[in-house]
């Protein structure tokens, strides 16, 4: 395995790292002023994000995430890895440059799956910036790790699907953007597991669909984009809204959540990476007892450990980005789930690490780490749980073992 840059992503991450530096982090604040200075939170998208995007299309870093695509910039996931890791870095960057969750994959669905007409009528908007989207999956009343379990039912009356059912922690509906939704539901409780599911295209203002409310994360609402619970009663949707053919869900969610999830353990590392640049900044300034905090032995020793669980997490991030490019997301799958599994933890301990080295001010919104801390918290279970991973993992290993006896 060759994991050395070659020269378009050292050229697209040099691009990238002076984007960052000129525009991303001088902006943070001024995105959170500006949206703390709306009545509503929800109602409109902060200008600046909206300048910065225009500066990321203008300067050919958009839509970095689709490998070999005609709609994307064409780059493996492997040569993707390096470039969404520094997008990690602010939780401002992966919008920016159009590259962020949900819509990432909600495109991945419908340039894989979607046809012709889906991916013109909401494919290229997205693509361009001109709309966003929200997926709903995730349901109140059901174990969601289990995807089998979903309730939410898609019944087909003549030339229209009409959806019942509730959904919630819908990321991106939130978004006055929010044009459409990829709805996961059960078309045939008959048929066997895996084929009772279908993914169905519903647009936002279509009559029924309601957002209830919006659920904040530790506290922070994640706005404008935002996490919400909503209600789909009687909703009719034309029967070409269904995406690929009925039965489908599953496989499509197994094929979106590959790259998904690989996608968010690159933005970890970038930032854990910026969680460390943070801490040493911070022990270098800091006296206590004496001499600075960076002299004390057990600093030293975050710093240490946390340097070392970062490398070891993009080595297993590359790797697992390599096996989905030349062998497939389905020989992958071992390597896919324990970077799931341990990526999360990783950003974990070295964001709050960092968060210990600055006291109280860590804690605060005087710094990203306490919000970074955050989304990798829920990352624990987003994409499905550790621990499904985990079993994932374990039954693959013994299977091995037992191939090798």
Not at 294 to 308: D, F, L
């Amino acid at each position: 395995m060759d994991f050395s840059y070659s020269p378009k992503v050292l050229r697209l991450q040099k691009k990238l790292m002076d984007f960052m530096e000129q525009y991303i982090y001088p902006n943070e604040h001024v995105y959170e002023q500006q949206l703390a200075s709306q009545k509503d939170r929800f109602s409109q998208i902060p200008p600046i994000k909206l300048e910065l995007m225009k500066k990321a299309k203008e300067a050919g870093l958009w839509n970095l995430f689709l490998p070999d695509s005609t709609y994307g910039a064409g780059l493996t996931n492997l040569e993707y890895a390096p470039l969404c890791e520094i997008m990690g870095r602010s939780i401002l960057a992966p919008e920016v440059f159009n590259c962020n969750a949900p819509d990432t994959g909600n495109m991945e669905v419908l340039e894989r799956y979607g046809t012709k007409e889906q991916k013109d009528k909401w494919l290229i908007p997205l693509l361009e910036g001109e709309i966003r989207s929200c997926f709903s999956m995730t349901e109140p009343d059901v174990a969601s790790s289990d995807a089998t379990n979903v309730e939410l039912s898609i019944e087909k009356e003549g030339n229209e699907y009409v959806i019942n059912g509730r959904k919630w922690w819908s990321s991106g509906a939130g978004d006055p953007r929010c044009a459409i939704s990829i709805v996961m539901g059960k078309t045939d409780k008959e048929a066997e597991k895996h084929e009772q599911q279908s993914m169905i295209l519903v647009p936002m203002d279509t009559e029924g669909l309601k957002v209830e409310r919006m659920l904040p994360v530790f506290g922070y609402d994640d706005a404008p984009h935002g996490h919400a619970e909503i209600s789909y009663t009687n909703v009719r949707v034309p029967v070409e809204n269904i995406i690929w053919e009925e039965g489908k869900g599953f496989a499509i969610a197994q094929g979106r959540l590959g790259p998904g999830r690989i996608h968010h353990c690159m933005r970890l590392i970038g930032a854990a990476e910026r969680a460390l640049e943070l801490m040493c900044e911070r022990v270098e300034m800091r006296v206590a007892f004496g001499k600075p905090l960076a002299k004390q032995g057990v600093i030293q020793e975050w710093i240490a450990m946390s340097r070392m669980e970062i490398e070891q997490a993009r080595l297993l991030t590359l790797k697992a980005a390599y096996m989905m490019d030349t062998v497939g997301n389905k020989a992958a799958k071992q390597e896919i789930a324990m970077i799931k599994a341990m990526a999360p933890q990783m950003a974990l301990n070295v964001i709050d690490r960092a968060i210990q080295s600055f006291g109280a001010k860590g804690v605060s919104e005087d710094t990203p780490l306490a919000f970074l801390w955050a989304q990798a918290r829920t990352l624990r279970f987003a994409d499905g749980p550790d621990e499904v991973h985990k079993t994932q993992i374990a039954k693959l290993e013994l299977k091995n073992i037992s191939a090798r006896g």
